[in-house]
C-alpha cells in the first residue's frame, strides 16, 4: 500500500503563513483567545514532539496540551516571525517525508497512521482559526479569490 497518497495534501497550508508580519501574528480580537503567533508556536511544539514519536526518538517527558502553549502574544521583531516559519516549514517536510517509508509490515504501523492522522486533523483545526483570523483582519483572501491566490508565486 502506498501510504503518501492518503496523506498526499493533509499537511497543505493554504499559504496561512506567507507574507506574516508583527502585526498579523499579534493581533487578537476579544473573540479569539490567542494571537497567530500563539498558534503557530503551539504547533511548532507539537509537531516537535509528534515527529519525536513517528521517527521513534521518544520524548523523554510527555508534554500535554497547556505545555504548547507559550505566553508570548507577539514575536520580538520580524526575524523571529521568519524563523519560526522556517522550522514550521522544516517541519511539515520532515512529516510529509514520513508517509512513502512506511509500510504495512511494520510492527508500529497502525501507531504511526493514527499519529500521522491525529497531526493531520490538529493541523486543520488550527489552520481553519488561522483562516478566519485572517479574513477578519483582511489579510487573507476570501473564497472566491482562493484560486487565484494559490496560484500565485
Not at 70 to 99: R, S
Not at 101 to 125: E, R, V, W
Not at 130 to 140: A, D, E, F, N
Request: glycine share 2%; aromatic share 10%; with cysteine.
Amino acid at each position: 500500500m502506498q501510504f503518501e497518497y492518503l496523506f498526499s495534501e493533509a499537511f497543505d497550508t493554504f499559504k496561512v503563513f506567507e507574507n506574516l508580519t508583527v502585526s498579523i501574528v499579534a493581533a487578537k480580537t476579544p473573540e479569539t483567545p490567542k494571537t497567530l503567533w500563539q498558534i503557530l508556536n503551539h504547533l511548532i511544539i507539537w509537531q516537535k514532539n509528534q515527529i519525536s514519536l513517528l521517527t521513534g526518538n521518544k520524548p523523554e517527558t510527555s508534554i500535554t496540551e497547556t505545555e504548547t502553549w507559550i505566553e508570548a502574544e507577539q514575536p520580538a521583531d520580524q526575524n523571529e516571525i521568519d524563523n519560526a516559519v522556517a522550522i514550521f516549514n522544516t517541519q511539515l517536510l520532515t512529516i510529509k517525508a514520513i508517509p512513502p517509508t512506511l509500510s504495512s509490515h511494520q510492527h508500529d504501523i497502525s501507531f504511526k497512521l493514527k499519529t500521522l492522522q491525529d497531526m493531520s486533523n490538529h493541523l486543520s483545526f488550527h489552520l481553519g482559526e488561522i483562516v478566519l483570523m485572517r479574513r477578519l483582519c483582511k489579510t487573507y483572501p476570501m473564497p472566491e479569490e482562493m484560486k487565484l491566490f494559490l496560484a500565485l508565486q
